[in-house]
């Protein structure tokens, strides 16, 4: 079967850093993706990591291990807007190459 | 980018009735893409939407309780057939960026099935 882990919830202090971890298991990889979903609203694309290393967009970063199917999103400097459900999701090698996603992971900033 | 419409923005059905759901672009795209949101829980791909062919449904989704609509290139339409209250759920419609693989999302249509 396919599978994304992520923990189901996080909790931390405005100003700090947090690290959502993602662990996948997949017929095929053709990248992972984090999603940002605050409550009632639609999730909105964060990052893609197609190759192994670190891609950085401002606060947020996200890291990719193809070699140990996981990845990770390190968001720094959290502010209170941060509080929201994020989702990685992996590009799966079937035919429809569609988008799995994981089951979420709950941040929620603290003052 | 892409900016998705999607209509109703909320329902409260009765068992045993049937809801439509429409989804506009603003851009012309090749494939839709519809997904279910229960309450809580992470986003499961129902099926996609390819103009001129039959959607492509999912394991566990059949076309007789989700018939898909694709008349053009900008539009779709998800009907949920015969409703439960398990069908209560948030139904997302959504198309992707072949440039950047980026999903963009409609603001989703919350179910509730009495």
């Known amino acids: 079967g396919q599978s994304l882990e992520q923990p189901s919830e996080v909790t931390a202090v405005e100003g700090a850093i947090v690290q959502i971890n993602c662990t996948y298991q997949?017929?095929?990889?053709?990248?992972l993706s984090w999603y940002q979903q605050h409550d009632g609203g639609a999730p909105t694309f964060l990052s893609y990591?197609?190759?192994?290393g670190l891609e950085e967009t401002g606060r947020f970063s996200s890291f990719l291990s193809r070699s140990d199917s996981y990845g990770y999103l390190l968001l720094q400097e959290l502010q209170m807007k941060d509080s929201a459900s994020y989702f990685c999701?992996?590009?799966?090698?079937?035919?429809?190459?569609?988008?799995?996603f994981g089951s979420g992971t709950r941040l929620l900033v603290r003052p | 980018s892409a900016v998705i419409s999607q209509k109703p923005s909320r329902d409260i059905c009765q068992r045993g009735t049937s809801l439509t759901i429409q989804c506009q672009v603003d851009?012309?795209?090749?494939?839709m893409f519809w997904y279910r949101q229960q309450p809580g829980q992470s986003l499961t791909l129902i099926a996609t939407?390819?103009?001129?062919?039959?959607?492509?449904?999912e394991s566990g989704f059949v076309i007789d309780k989700f018939p898909i609509s694709r008349p053009n290139l900008t539009f779709s339409t998800l009907t949920v057939s015969n409703m439960s209250p398990e069908d209560s759920s948030i139904y997302l419609c959504?198309?992707?960026?072949?440039?950047?693989?980026?999903?963009?999302f409609g603001e989703g249509s919350r179910l509730t099935v009495l």
């Open positions: 959504s198309v992707e960026s072949f440039a950047t693989g980026e999903l963009f």
């Open positions: 997949t017929s095929g990889f053709y990248g």
């Open positions: 990591n197609a190759l192994d």
């Open positions: 999701a992996v590009r799966t090698g079937d035919s429809s190459y569609k988008l799995i």
């Open positions: 851009s012309q795209v090749t494939m």
């Open positions: 939407a390819n103009q001129g062919s039959e959607a492509t449904y």
